[in-house]
């Protein structure tokens, strides 16, 4: 057990961190301006914005993992399945899942300098304005709107085509972006996908990150010279002290003048670090909320539980998780000779190279008085105004990929004959939660996603599925695709007529996450609209566990932007 004062209040004078090394200078420097845990997304732009906005001022970046430009495949988009359980990811796992089968889901999070975007697929959507209207509804600030991180996207971006609209797009930003299109990747059942999901009732729109992205836009992707983004190049960590494997326990929270404020971290290894003025955690989602509580801020009975001295009650740490839960399908084309998938001989064009297999991302809103009743078994007076009900919401992400590959069952081999679709409940009111295993900084938490356990969510990902199957098996487009479902062998076809049962049964089994966790140390619940955590002066969160809500969109886009917005925050 930790001692009676848990370190929190450290003693003067304050120990040295030495060693050969630790610091890129080689110093034994332990105090510095700011200290930024986690080195991804938001962290790593958020030090490279301050560092180089303040350059009189120091800022340490501590990550917990590697620095990855020694691994071959981190530049290669393709291969993003094989570095999640490599050494770059934190390889974090929930408990069994009640509503999935009771299976543990596995849950990707990137463990390098770079975070998620060293294992991720580059996927670059900002999601949908009326997404933002809750984030500012629930910070209380409209700095949250879409509105007001429109200028903080634009930052962040290098849009793909020059005569982009300037009101929606940036065009001189770090962050090098591409579609399918501006690519030239004219892929074999481009056209077959798109008369295939317009007879299925969803339209073609144009760029789907001008806040409108319901339908069928282009797939865009953060790329560069066909290789992956190498953060610390478009964010350059030059002026920045960077300190790789290197693991923070928890924030140090002294008494100045009666307040509670954040003097600095202490590390796994018992070395104290210092920041004058400000800690900013950026260590994402599922460990955020881990130094939150370590430190002594968080619920009560779960401190007391671990014989961790609370300093601020702070309950809803760890709690509000929600992620994108998807469920997976394999498809056998029925024409495989014209090379449409990753593997066959033909698949040959160099323009396929150095990008996800992909061309659209489909989002799709879930309609009728089924969506209702389903919202009305957690909240009996649901009225048609609820922002869920909203006939235009992104209710389900869906994505085909030219490319099939399963170890398990059904058995798939990357021979070209395949694709698979993915289906994403984008808006789900599931929530889940994480706690500690134990007062040691290297246990990892203990992650419940408790997916699908509302019926609202049962019911979005069951209509999202009946439109998967309705796209390839009942419209013209999509029987020249596919011949028929690859299912598991235990399992029944499903169609768009398919029984809530049957989907169930399918959905329980086989259902993933897509390793999206946010939620867990909300904007409006622990944060302010500053990010700051409240009752702790001098600290701040910078990573998705600030999300108040979710998003009908992949995280990495809103991150750069919440982290540009910060940068001007703390002017």
């Known amino acids: ?59 340490l970046l501590v990550e917990a993992g590697p620095n990855p430009s020694y691994h071959p495949l981190v530049p290669q988009p393709l291969v993003a399945p094989m570095l999640r359980g490599s050494e770059l990811d934190w390889k974090y796992e929930s408990i069994p899942q009640v509503h999935l089968a009771k299976r543990p889901i596995y849950e990707a999070a990137g463990k390098a300098l770079g975070g998620g975007s060293v294992i991720n697929y580059g996927l670059w959507t900002r999601g949908d304005v009326q997404d933002y209207e809750q984030w500012a509804k629930a910070s209380g600030s409209d700095r949250w709107s879409y509105d007001g991180l429109l200028p903080y996207f634009k930052r962040s971006e290098n849009h793909y085509d020059p005569k982009a609209n300037e009101k929606h797009f940036g065009s001189g930003g770090p962050i090098p972006l591409v579609s399918t299109e501006s690519t030239g ?31 069928i836009g282009d797939a865009v992707e953060c790329r560069q010279n066909l290789q992956r983004v190498n953060l610390s190049d478009v964010y350059p960590l030059d002026s920045v002290q960077v300190v790789t494997e290197t693991l923070v326990d928890k924030v140090l929270i002294e008494e100045v003048n009666g307040n509670k404020r954040a003097s600095g971290v202490q590390l796994a290894d018992g070395k104290v670090l210092l920041a004058s003025r400000e800690v900013i955690l950026s260590a994402g989602a599922i460990h955020t909320p881990k130094i939150l509580m370590l430190s002594g801020i968080g619920p009560s009975g779960e401190l007391s539980r671990h014989g961790i001295p609370q300093i601020v009650d702070s309950p809803s740490v760890g709690r509000n998780l929600f992620n994108h839960m998807n469920v997976k399908q394999y498809w056998k084309l029925r024409h495989p000779e014209i090379g449409a998938s990753v593997g066959h001989p033909e698949w040959t064009n160099p323009a396929f190279k150095g990008a996800n297999p992909l061309d659209y991302i489909v989002l799709h809103t879930v309609q009728g008085d089924g969506l209702k009743a389903a919202l009305a078994g957690e909240d009996p007076n649901v009225t048609d105004d609820h922002h869920l009900l ?75 599925l009946r439109k998967v199957q309705q796209v390839f098996l009942d419209t013209p487009a999509g029987k020249e695709m596919v011949i028929e479902e690859t299912h598991p062998s235990n399992a029944k076809p499903i169609s768009s007529s398919s029984t809530n049962e049957e989907l169930d049964a399918r959905i329980q089994e086989g259902a993933q996450s897509t390793s999206h966790p946010a939620g867990t140390a909300a904007m409006g619940r622990v944060l302010d609209a500053d990010l700051k955590v409240r009752g702790v002066e001098g600290l701040r969160v910078c990573d998705a ?23 001007e925050i703390i002017g």
């Not at 994403?424 to 994480?434: A, C, E, Q």
């Not at 566990?545 to 940068?567: I, V």
């Open 1 to 59: 057990m930790p001692a009676a004062t848990n370190g929190h209040l450290v003693p003067h004078p304050y120990p040295e961190v030495s060693g050969s090394g630790f610091l890129p200078d080689g110093s034994a420097k332990n105090s510095f301006d700011y200290i930024i845990v986690g080195a991804g997304c938001a962290g790593s732009a958020l030090a490279s914005r301050l560092s180089t906005q303040h350059p009189d001022r120091s800022v």
């Open 185 to 215: 990747r004219n892929y074999p059942l481009r056209g077959l996908l798109v008369s295939a999901w317009e007879a299925a009732g969803v339209p073609r729109i144009g760029d789907p990150n001008n806040g409108s992205p319901l339908g």
């Open 390 to 464: 909203n006939g235009e919401r992104c209710h389900v992400e869906t994505f085909v990929q030219y490319a099939a590959i399963s170890k398990g069952d059904p058995q798939i081999n990357p021979d070209g004959s395949h694709i698979q679709t993915v289906c994403l409940n984008m808006l789900p009111t599931s929530r889940g939660t994480v706690t500690l295993k134990s007062w040691k900084p290297k246990d990892l938490p203990v992650v419940d996603s408790n997916y699908f356990a509302t019926d609202f969510d049962k019911h979005v990902v069951r209509e999202g």
């Open 545 to 567: 566990s600030a999300f108040p809500t979710p998003l009908a969109g992949h995280p990495m886009a809103p991150l750069f932007a919440m982290a540009e917005q910060l940068t």
